[in-house]
C-alpha cells in the first residue's frame, strides 16, 4: 500500500483548483455561524425571545469552538480531511436548518454549542494547507500577521452580508445563503479529495472527556450566570446563587484533574512560561477595550438613527485599519524589534479610538465623523491580536502551544467577553437610572419646560 497522501486532493486535481477549494472552504465555515449576531436585534423581536436567550446562544457558539480546540489534533490524525468536511458540512447544515425555525431557547443554545465545534474542526481543513502556503517553515511572526486579516475581513463580511440580506429581504435569508455554501463544500470533498485509507489511525479514548465535560459545563453555567444576572436579578434568584456555589466546584475538579492526568485534556505547565503569564492580561485588557461596542451600538441606533444595516456598514471602516496593522505587524516582526512596542501602538490605537468616540458621543455628530475612530480600532484590534498570539506561542511545542491558545481564546472569545460586556450593560443600566431620576426630580408643575 502506498503512503497516506500529504495533500488531500485527487493527483489529478490542478494546483488553481486546489487553491480556490480551499479559499471556498475558508470563507464557507468563516461565514457559517448558527445565530447572526448581527441580525440579533431583528431576530429576537420576530421570534419572540429575549435579547439574552440570543447573545447566550452566540456566546455558546464561541464556547463550543474554544473547548474543542484540544480536540483538533487528535481529530485530524483520526479522520480523513474529507470525512471531516462530510461530518462538519453537514451538520452545520442540518444546524442552520434547525435555528431557523426553532423558537425554543435551550435548544437554540445547544445547537449553537455544536456549532461552534464543527466549525472549527471544519475550518482547520482550510487553515493546516495555507499556513503552509504561508510560512512552509510554519513561522507564526509571518503566519499570523497574513492570515488574522484574512479572518477578521471575513467575519465582518460575513456579519455585514446577514445583515444586508435582513436588509433588503428577510433576517433567516442568511441560513439558505450559508447552507449553500457548505454544499459546496461537500461537494468540493466528494469530487476532488481524495479516500485513500490512513497509514495510522491515532485512537480516541486517550481524551479526557470528564475534563471536556467539567470545562464546557463550568464555562457554559458561567456565561448563563452573567447573562440572565439581570433579568433574574443576580443573587435574589435561587437558580443564579445555585449556580454561583456550583462553579468553583467545578473549576477545582477541572484543575485537579489536569495536575493529576498523565494526558490532561489542555495542560497547566504552560503557566511556567513567562510569556503565558504575560499574554492573558493583556488580553483581558483588549476584552475590556472590545466591550464597549455594546454602547456605540446604541448611541448609533437613538441618535445617529442608523438601522442595523447601517450600523453594520460603519464597521467596515474598520478594515483600512486592519490592513495596514496587519501588514505593519509583519515588517515589524521581520525586523525583531520585539514585543514592547507594539504593544503599546495596539493600546494607543484602542486609546484613541475611545477618546475620539468620547468627544464624538453627541447628539449634532454625523456618521461620517465615526470613520477615524473605526480605522483606529481596527488597528489596533489586529496589531494586538497578532502580537499576542506570537507572545503566548513563543517556544513552545504543538501540544504546548494548542493549550496556550486554548487559554487564550478562552480570555478572548468565552468568559471575557461575557464578563466585561456583563459589567459594562450594569454601569450602563445603573447611570441611565441615575439621568432618570436626575431628570425626574427636575420635573415640576410650575416649570414652563413641562407644561
Known sequence: MSGYKKTPFYDWVPKPLMLLSIIWILVAYLFANATYSSVNSIAFGQLGLLSEDLSMASYAFSLGMVITMPLLLRFKMRFKSYQILYVTALGLMAINALCMITVNPTFLIILNFFAGGLKLMGLIEAVLPIMFMISPTMNRSIFYPIFYPITIVLGQGSAWLSAWLAHHYSWVMIYPTVMIMLAVVLLIALFIYHKEPMNRKFPLYQVDWLSFLLLGLGSTLFIYF?????????????????????????????????????????????????SVLMSLPFMACMVVLMSTSKIEG?????????????????????????????????????????????????????TAAHLMNYFLF???????????????????????????????????EMTGMISALTYLLIVRTAIGPVLFASLNDAWFTNQRQESYVSAISHIDATDPDYQ
Do not use: C, H
Open 226 to 274: 452573567m447573562v440572565y444576572g439581570k433579568t433574574l436579578n443576580w443573587f435574589e434568584s435561587d437558580l443564579l446563587t445555585g449556580i454561583a456555589f456550583v462553579i468553583p466546584g467545578l473549576l477545582v475538579w477541572f484543575v485537579l484533574r489536569q495536575i493529576n492526568k498523565k494526558r490532561p485534556f489542555i495542560t497547566l505547565s504552560v503557566f511556567k512560561m513567562k
Open 362 to 396: 453627541a447628539p449634532e455628530s454625523e456618521v461620517y465623523m465615526f470613520y477615524l475612530p473605526m480605522f483606529f480600532k481596527g488597528l489596533g484590534m489586529i496589531i494586538l491580536y497578532v502580537a499576542l498570539s506570537i507572545l503566548i506561542s513563543q517556544r513552545l
Open 298 to 350: 446604541a448611541y448609533s441606533a437613538v441618535f445617529l438613527n442608523l438601522s442595523t444595516y447601517d450600523i453594520v456598514s460603519l464597521s467596515l471602516w474598520m478594515f483600512p485599519g486592519v490592513l495596514i496593522g496587519g501588514i505593519g505587524s509583519l515588517w515589524w516582526f521581520k525586523k525583531k524589534l520585539g514585543f514592547k512596542g507594539i504593544l503599546i501602538i495596539g493600546f494607543g490605537s484602542f
